[in-house]
């Protein structure tokens, strides 16, 4: 639009209360203002009706903006300021821009509080962890992230405790004038157990010993946090790396494992020779001395360690070092 067409365009949208749609009309909106988007503008908040006129001051929207569109993004971050801080109603229900003027029509409705959020059944063994208390939730303002935060902690106790397919949701919902009422419930689904743990690559390990090692044994109720805790494990090992994520396949209620695995470089051998004069036998000139060293790193797959060391830099001195690991001995959490 150019000149006096600019100057006596006025347009007017109807929000419905839909975060969705509110951006689409202000998309449009952004794109009919583009000609001005420089000109100072001056922002007017009015209520939808007299009876509603104290709810501007929640509002938090200053009287001037540099431009259009910095206007229309601090009018959509008011409103989503009020949401999350449990104007849950809160809305921009329609404006007009005219000359350097935006007028706002705007709701904010009650604050949402809880009356109640009861437990559902869930067991305490879930709760005491979620940090749930029926008492937190009485009369309190309703908070988003909070009843989030129980939520995510159920669900991530039940998928380290045999159910990664669990579900949390609120039933009984009872909602009249800003108050609310619920049940926290908690479906844990089918309980899933580990079951097989395969390794594909050319890495030469025992099952038993990779079982034992990442704390995964079949029958065992499957854990989220031990699977993925099992890539730092591996990384750990100087013998082997995994070349790609570790894929778990779920049936009925068996959780099977297979570890892309490939085998590194770990094991070291190396000596030094060297030849000395030996006074103590006129007889023989010269003696061999030198250093041995040899460490195997998984040499029977089973994660086992053997290290010797040979050292003999003097005729009437020589030094020999020996040790061995054996991890996990038949099957058991302890090794020599």
Same mark, same amino acid.
Do not use: G, I, M, N
């Given at each position: 639009m150019k000149g006096a067409e600019m100057n006596s365009f006025s347009k007017k949208y109807l929000f419905c209360?839909?975060?969705?749609?509110?951006g689409l009309y202000l998309l449009c909106f952004f794109f009919a203002l583009r000609a001005t988007a420089q000109q100072s503008v001056v922002v007017q908040l009015l209520p939808v009706s007299p009876a509603t006129a104290e709810q501007l001051r929640v509002f938090d929207v200053k009287p001037f903006y540099k431009d259009s569109l910095s206007a229309m993004n601090a009018l959509q971050a008011a409103v989503a300021k009020l949401r999350k801080e449990a104007w849950l109603e809160a809305s921009v229900d329609s404006f007009t821009y005219r000359s350097d003027t935006l007028k706002a029509?705007?709701?904010s409705g009650p604050r949402y509080e809880w009356v109640s959020l009861r437990n559902g059944g869930i067991p305490d063994e879930f709760l005491s962890k979620s940090g749930f208390r029926e008492k937190l939730f009485k009369g309190k303002t309703f908070n988003f992230q909070e009843l989030a935060k129980i939520e995510e902690q159920l669900l991530k106790t039940a998928e380290n405790n045999g159910y990664p397919f669990a579900a949390v949701y609120?039933?009984?919902i009872a909602i009249a004038e800003g108050k609310v009422q619920a049940c926290l419930m908690l479906d844990k689904g089918e309980a899933v157990f580990w079951d097989s743990l395969q390794v594909s690559g050319d890495v030469k390990i025992s099952n038993t010993y990779l079982s034992n090692y990442l704390g995964i044994k079949k029958g065992e109720p499957y854990s989220r946090k031990t699977l993925l805790k099992s890539k730092d494990r591996l990384r750990d090992l100087p013998f082997l790396r995994e070349k790609q994520n570790v894929q778990v396949t779920f049936t009925g209620q068996q959780a099977d494992l297979r570890f892309f =695995?490939?085998?590194?470089k770990a094991s070291r051998f190396d000596f030094l020779l060297g030849l000395l004069p030996d006074n103590t036998r006129p007889e023989r000139k010269l003696i061999l001395t030198g250093t041995f060293n040899t460490e195997l790193l998984n040499a029977f797959g089973r994660g086992e360690r053997l290290m010797l060391a040979f050292e003999r830099l003097r005729p009437?001195?020589?030094?020999?070092?020996?040790?061995?690991?054996?991890?996990? =001995?038949?099957d058991l959490p302890f090794g020599v």
């Open positions: 209360r839909s975060p969705f749609l509110e029509w705007v709701y609120l039933d009984s =695995l490939e085998k590194k009437q001195t020589q030094k020999l070092d020996l040790a061995f690991s054996y991890p996990y =001995l038949l």
